[in-house]
């Protein structure tokens, strides 16, 4: 391979690791083809790139930057998964696709500006997404004034039940004497 197109794969990685803030390094040993390819495709449906380089041009392309203290991790051969809506549903997406696929394992990661270990990814896995946080927070602020609407709605019935109520007794009663003559 030229130097050249080292230097480039090393910018494009740099490029792509850079913007998106937060990466997982997987490890694997003896990768068959379709064992590879049914990851891939697990993880391209969470929108999750999984980039395999050789480590002296991933180890060129961190250094210097933020996030150079995941080089550690990158020993033998690594991949590293990039993406995602946020940082849990990418570590969910990395968890779940190397879940039951042998040669497989989570190293670490990078995530909000520090290094974290292959098991704070698996537990970062278990924490529910951005959206997933935002719905709960939504129906925790919708729910009381749901029960305010009900309450007055309750209260509106009421009233006019007894409305209602008041304009029957009043059809029921008989005309008093005094009020035919008078008309």
Do not use: W
Not at 59 to 69: D, F, I, P, R, V
Not at 111 to 135: H, Q
């Amino acid at each position: 391979m030229s130097k050249r197109l080292k230097k480039r794969m090393s910018e494009e990685f740099r490029a792509g690791v850079a913007s998106a803030g937060a990466c997982v390094v997987v490890g694997y040993r003896s990768l068959p083809g379709g064992t590879s390819s049914a990851l891939r495709a697990h993880l391209r449906r969470s929108r999750v790139d999984l980039t395999v380089l050789r480590n002296r041009i991933v180890k060129h392309a961190l250094a210097g930057t933020t996030l150079q203290g995941i080089a550690p991790l990158i020993q033998g051969p690594t991949a590293v998964a990039t993406g995602g809506e946020d940082a849990a549903a990418l570590a969910k997406a990395v968890v779940e696709g190397v879940k039951g696929r042998p040669g497989f394992e989570c190293r670490g990661g990078f995530v909000d500006g520090r290094v974290v270990t292959g098991d704070e990814v698996r537990v970062l896995a278990t924490l529910p997404s951005r959206g997933e946080l935002l719905s709960l927070i939504a129906s925790a602020v919708v729910a009381p004034l749901t029960n305010v609407a009900y309450g007055i709605d309750a209260i509106l019935a009421g009233v006019a039940r007894a409305v209602d109520a008041v304009r029957e007794q009043k059809e029921q009663e008989p005309a008093a004497p005094g009020a035919g003559a008078q008309a």
